[in-house]
């Protein structure tokens, strides 16, 4: 079965702290996508990264940076010297490449709250 | 280029009506898929179209239903609304998969 899980469900930190949001998959598919994606209260959802599952490279893209390790099936997102900004809710979410359909499984989600 | 837009932006149903929602798709896109997102969760699955077919279903019983027109936009319509129907609804196109671009959405709230 497939299953994003993340753990924290609300995060606060003092703008400047460097924070980590935990992501844990399931999947019997050996060809997937992983996702981050950032939702403003506004709600419309902002893709931030997409990762397939043969790139284990760490990413980094400024302030922001992914970590992906297949063999404990985790892909954490570190926001580095975070901003009140950055005050949203990120989702971690999985594609399987092996289905008909390509449908986006969302873990719950973690609320962050920068402080200024 | 425009993006995915949904229409409307907002809307307040009674229980037990019916309502439609619209999705334009990114400019050559011919996927588009639904999603629900009820308060405190993440987004869940409802279908997908591929060039005016269902192409796969969540777990959602059958008084949600769907269209792709042939200029690949699409709808959303629920019947029988219940109060849990409330959500902000998302739709999604992509030409290529795995590559899905989200609408703003439209909340629904049912009374």
């Known amino acids: 079965a497939q299953k994003v899980t993340q753990a924290q469900t609300e995060i606060s930190v003092v703008e400047k702290e460097d924070v980590t949001l935990d992501c844990v998959y399931e999947t019997r598919d050996t060809t997937y996508y992983l996702f981050w994606y950032k939702q403003p209260p506004s709600g419309e959802l902002v893709f931030l990264i997409r990762r397939n599952s043969f790139d284990e490279q760490n990413e980094i893209s400024g302030r922001y940076s992914w970590n992906f390790q297949k063999s404990t099936s985790s892909f954490n997102f570190t926001i580095t010297a975070s901003q009140v900004v950055d005050s949203a809710v990120y989702f971690c979410?999985?594609?399987?490449?092996?289905?008909?359909?390509?449908?986006?499984?969302f873990g719950k989600g973690t609320r962050l709250h920068i402080l200024p | 280029e425009t993006g995915v837009t949904q229409s409307p932006t907002h809307l307040i149903k009674t229980r037990g009506q019916q309502v439609t929602l619209r999705c334009s798709s990114q400019?050559?896109?011919?996927?588009v898929s639904w999603y629900q997102q009820a308060l405190g969760q993440g987004p869940q699955f409802i279908f997908q179209?591929?060039?005016?077919?269902?192409?796969g279903r969540g777990n959602f019983p059958p008084r949600f239903s769907g269209l792709q027109f042939p200029n690949y936009s699409s709808e959303l319509n629920v019947n029988a609304l219940e109060l849990d129907d409330s959500a902000l609804y998302l739709c999604?196109?992509?030409?290529?998969?795995?590559?899905?671009?989200f609408g703003p959405g439209t909340r629904l709230t049912v009374t």
């Open positions: 979410a999985l594609s399987e490449a092996g289905g008909r359909d390509d449908k986006i499984i």
């Open positions: 179209y591929y060039r005016e077919e269902e192409n």
């Open positions: 999604a196109s992509s030409l290529v998969p795995q590559e899905q671009y």
């Open positions: 400019s050559g896109h011919n996927t």
